[in-house]
């Protein structure tokens, strides 16, 4: 995920199909979302074909929400650390946590760019994105606490680290990216999904929003002066982050060292 892409989160849910309901006299579904037109071309479906239509539509459900239901375990590990910490600790790491599933059509159009072959097994091999959860902290050295505690669990699987805390993007953007793999228990046994992580600072989630809806206005065709804008608020949100960081430890101690991030890539 670029930072130019990384507002997928403001993404809408994914469209399921059309629901398949009673058949017509002819065989092909009739549905009151469907217009005439759509009607009339369903009735001239075969069985067979309406079957695969259905199996299609079934099968991409399911693959869908498993990337659901990989989010939804990554929320509950981040909300059960979250919950403990300010039990044990008296204070709270995490600020805020949002998440997103990546919306069908985009998923399409990704696999267009990328030259993915047209298949589930392809696409869970190669788009990294489909889910994703975003973790909002006060401080820089927060962001680091939360990762180490999250790929200590046993069952996540860390994939892929890009550290765009310790190197800023050449436009500014920052943010800790950790692609993972998690188990999802289903009723046909566990599934490995990927979600994508990001860890960021309040500066840094304000900057990047301001980033996002400044691409979407101009179509991506920013005016230099407004991304040279951009690259000074990333400096001075950077900036913001160190000051309120040094406030942070005289009042609450120097905190653990940041550990070292190691950077892997496994297809």
Known sequence: MTSTESSPFDSAPVPLPVPITAPSASGAPESPM??????RALDTIDGQTLEEMRALRDETERFMQRYKF???EVITKLSILREEFNQAHDYNPI????SRLKSLD???????RKGVEPSFDAISQTITDIAGVRV???????AYRIYELLVAQRDIRVLQVKDYIAEPKPNGYQSLHVIVEVPVFLSTGAHPVVVEVQIRTIAMDFWASLEHKIYYKYDRQVPQELLDGLTDAAR???ELDARMER????VHGD????ARLRRTSIA
């Not at 909002?136 to 927060?142: I, L, R």
């Not at 406030?247 to 005289?250: A, G, K, N, P, Q």
């Not at 905190?255 to 940041?258: G, I, K």
């Open 255 to 258: 905190p653990r060292a940041n």
């Open 106 to 112: 985009s998923v399409i159009e990704k696999m267009a």
């Open 236 to 238: 001075t949100a950077s």
């Open 95 to 98: 600020e805020h946590i949002s």
């Open 34 to 39: 469907l217009t005439d037109r759509a009607q």
């Open 136 to 142: 909002t902290c006060s401080f820089v050295s927060d």
């Open 247 to 250: 406030l942070h430890r005289e």
């Open 70 to 72: 990989g989010m939804d």
